[in-house]
């Protein structure tokens, strides 16, 4: 068994924590195996060098570097879980997951359920996603919802490093298909370390800043930009809590009914576009499960209903923005209900 390295440093990196979850992961278990488009160090570690010396570490054998095939990736990763694998498999981009959706939806999804429980998928795919590096509309939607309506699926996404590496374990340890989501811009993000084996639970959402006034709901790079605005808006005497939900599909309706249930107020935010988005669907159980408790309709805060432009200006004009979710919160403080 091959081991890995005891010492971790204070912080880390995105990169970093992802890294370190493979790292244990495949150390702790020789089921697990990586396939994707040059992730083996002969091919340079992967785009973002989240495998980069694994290959080298493991073998050729369990870090799989694969041709330019989407549906060859997903398809030997299904085959691979179902003969006794824990497969992860990594999609460059998430646009591309579109290439593979039949073996995602069709097969992965659904086959446990069609087995009448005898076949399990433990499959992982990673991919990463986001605007504001300049990729175009063909690499940079956030595409959660699709996934999150799918029975079978589990869809995460983290806020930081440490939860990055967290739900990686657990999702490679999981017996049913993971879809963990990647902010691109968050590669470089900083935080603390965690532990060896820490893990992040699936389907727990954590309370990233505890408030009294109202409840934001976000995930990913959005809880950031949550807590960047409850931090400038204490200063005015508001107080916000942030709702990291860290797993999308199945989301924490506990954590998040019990929050707004004492705030009384509700925004949800996520970086995909506010139409059809889940944001609506957990909108949505908040008025059905807290409507006589609410002080104020729950609002939503999402991007532009059209493809990411590629054209700076114009795609940071399509993203949400602080200010947005600022004007959210504002709006549920001063809602006034008619007599």
């Given at each position: 068994m091959n081991a890995p390295a005891q010492t971790a440093p204070a912080k880390i990196n995105f990169v970093q924590g992802l890294h370190m979850a493979l790292d244990e992961a495949m150390a702790a278990d020789e089921n697990v195996i990586a396939l994707g488009e040059d992730i083996g160090d002969e091919q340079g570690g992967g785009v973002f060098k989240i495998t980069k010396g694994l290959s080298t570490k493991y073998g050729r054998h369990r870090i799989r570097a694969t041709p330019i095939s989407e549906q060859a990736i997903i398809g030997a990763a299904v085959g691979a879980a179902i003969a006794g694998l824990r497969p992860v498999a990594e999609i460059?981009?998430?646009?591309f997951v579109t290439v593979?959706?039949?073996?995602?939806?069709?097969?992965?999804?659904?086959?446990?359920?069609?087995?009448?429980?005898?076949?399990?998928?433990?499959?992982?795919?990673?991919?990463t996603t986001g605007a504001g590096v300049g990729f175009g509309g063909q690499h940079s939607d956030m595409l959660e919802a699709w996934f999150a309506h799918v029975p079978g699926l589990k869809v995460v996404m983290a806020?930081?490093?440490?939860?990055?590496?967290?739900?990686?374990?657990?999702?490679?340890?999981?017996?049913?298909?993971?879809?963990?989501?990647?902010?691109?811009?968050?590669y470089g993000q900083q935080g603390e370390a965690p532990p060896p084996g820490y893990r992040v639970p699936l389907g727990k959402a954590a309370i990233a800043r505890a408030g009294t006034d109202v409840t934001v709901i976000a995930y990913g790079r959005a809880v950031n930009d949550a807590l960047a605005v409850a931090e400038?808006?204490?200063?005015?005497?508001?107080?916000?809590?942030?709702?990291?939900?860290?797993?999308?599909?199945?989301f924490d309706e506990a954590t998040v009914l019990a929050s707004v249930e004492k705030t009384g107020r509700a925004?949800?935010?996520?970086?995909?576009?506010?139409?059809?988005?889940?944001?609506?669907?957990?909108?949505?159980?908040?008025?059905?499960?807290?409507?006589?408790t609410l002080k104020a309709p729950v609002g939503r805060i999402g991007s532009t209903y059209s493809p990411v432009p590629f054209s700076p200006p114009?795609?940071?004009a399509w993203i949400y923005s602080q200010a947005q979710i600022s004007?959210?919160?504002?709006?549920?403080?001063?809602?006034?209900?008619?007599?």
């Amino acid at each position: 068994m091959n081991a890995p390295a005891q010492t971790a440093p204070a912080k880390i990196n995105f990169v970093q924590g992802l890294h370190m979850a493979l790292d244990e992961a495949m150390a702790a278990d020789e089921n697990v195996i990586a396939l994707g488009e040059d992730i083996g160090d002969e091919q340079g570690g992967g785009v973002f060098k989240i495998t980069k010396g694994l290959s080298t570490k493991y073998g050729r054998h369990r870090i799989r570097a694969t041709p330019i095939s989407e549906q060859a990736i997903i398809g030997a990763a299904v085959g691979a879980a179902i003969a006794g694998l824990r497969p992860v498999a990594e999609i460059m981009l998430m646009n591309f997951v579109t290439v593979a959706m039949d073996q995602i939806v069709n097969h992965a999804a659904k086959l446990r359920f069609m087995s009448g429980g005898q076949t399990n998928v433990p499959l992982v795919i990673r991919t990463t996603t986001g605007a504001g590096v300049g990729f175009g509309g063909q690499h940079s939607d956030m595409l959660e919802a699709w996934f999150a309506h799918v029975p079978g699926l589990k869809v995460v996404m983290a806020s930081n490093p440490a939860d990055a590496k967290g739900l990686l374990l657990s999702a490679i340890e999981d017996d049913d298909p993971v879809i963990l989501i990647e902010n691109i811009l968050a590669y470089g993000q900083q935080g603390e370390a965690p532990p060896p084996g820490y893990r992040v639970p699936l389907g727990k959402a954590a309370i990233a800043r505890a408030g009294t006034d109202v409840t934001v709901i976000a995930y990913g790079r959005a809880v950031n930009d949550a807590l960047a605005v409850a931090e400038a808006m204490a200063g005015e005497g508001v107080s916000v809590e942030v709702v990291d939900l860290r797993t999308i599909a199945p989301f924490d309706e506990a954590t998040v009914l019990a929050s707004v249930e004492k705030t009384g107020r509700a925004v949800v935010v996520h970086e995909a576009v506010r139409a059809y988005g889940t944001g609506a669907e957990i909108a949505s159980r908040i008025h059905e499960e807290l409507f006589d408790t609410l002080k104020a309709p729950v609002g939503r805060i999402g991007s532009t209903y059209s493809p990411v432009p590629f054209s700076p200006p114009l795609e940071k004009a399509w993203i949400y923005s602080q200010a947005q979710i600022s004007a959210a919160i504002r709006a549920t403080i001063d809602f006034k209900r008619r007599a």
